[in-house]
């Protein structure tokens, strides 16, 4: 199944030849797993399954120094799970994955891949989302075929290592909003005491993963951040 796009567009805007279609997933709670940073005693497919239950609209599965067999293997469990709730699958890097485990989409970053190279690899409908550090590669991202882009770091983060250790800001959330007409996600240190700040400057949600992972009562962490980007002014 896909997904009806939930996300912020220009007007008037055409899609150039090779550019995502005109559809996509709703963003605006957005989890991104991680092997290490979640609760004692849960696994990765008990947080998904939860959070879906809860009502998290995507899912991410990241687990850089997983090798692939295993990664596969978890995957296509972890498909199963969000398939059941309604919920997208992105992988995270492994575009050639995506077929095997019938994941929804892929997510890539600027030292992997290109939007244009994968659009070649999976099929036309599949969810391609891009990390992107500012405008320019924000823009870059969205030629290339993109459905979304997610803006690298918003607020300081102990989950990767930035080359901005401050973060980006809000800032540079709005300027890349402005910049393309695909939906834009927030990620880096965001947390239901800042999550509406994010919406707030333009984006089409947030992504997450400590802020629901390691939180015992996942389903309240979900039902949190999911009320403090509803209905926010951008």
């Known amino acids: 199944a896909r997904f009806p796009l939930v996300g912020r567009r220009g007007t008037g805007s055409r899609r150039r030849e090779g ?3 005109m559809s996509g997933i709703n963003l605006s709670v957005y989890l991104v797993t991680d092997p290490v940073l979640k609760t004692p005693g849960l696994e990765v497919c008990e947080i998904v399954d939860r959070a879906c239950s809860a009502g998290v609209s995507a899912v991410q599965y990241r687990d850089k120094d997983c090798p692939l067999e295993q990664y596969i ?3 296509r469990k972890l498909k ?3 398939s059941r709730h309604g919920v997208p699958l992105i992988l995270n890097d492994h575009v ?5 485990v019938g994941a929804d989409g892929i997510h890539v970053g600027q030292d992997d891949m290109s939007a244009a190279q994968v659009r070649k690899l999976v099929d036309p409908d599949c969810i391609v989302g891009v990390s992107v ?20 770091g918003v607020f300081p983060t102990g989950t990767k290592h930035f080359a901005d250790s401050a973060g980006l800001g809000l800032a540079r959330v709005t300027e890349i909003c402005r910049a393309v007409h ?3 996600v927030g990620i880096g240190g965001i947390n239901v005491f800042n999550a509406a700040a994010v919406i707030a400057a333009g984006a089409s949600g947030v992504a997450v993963v400590t802020a629901i992972t390691m939180r015992p009562d996942i389903e309240d ?5 999911l009320l403090e980007t509803s209905g926010v002014k951008r």
């Open 133 to 152: 550090f500012d405008a320019h590669q924000a823009r870059q991202a969205e030629n290339d075929g993109a459905t979304y882009v997610a803006v690298n």
């Open 182 to 184: 695909i939906p834009v």
């Open 221 to 225: 962490a979900v039902r949190e951040l």
């Open 96 to 100: 050639t994955a995506v077929r095997s």
């Open 80 to 82: 199963c799970i969000t």
């Open 73 to 75: 293997l978890t995957a």
């Open 19 to 21: 550019q995502a279609p």
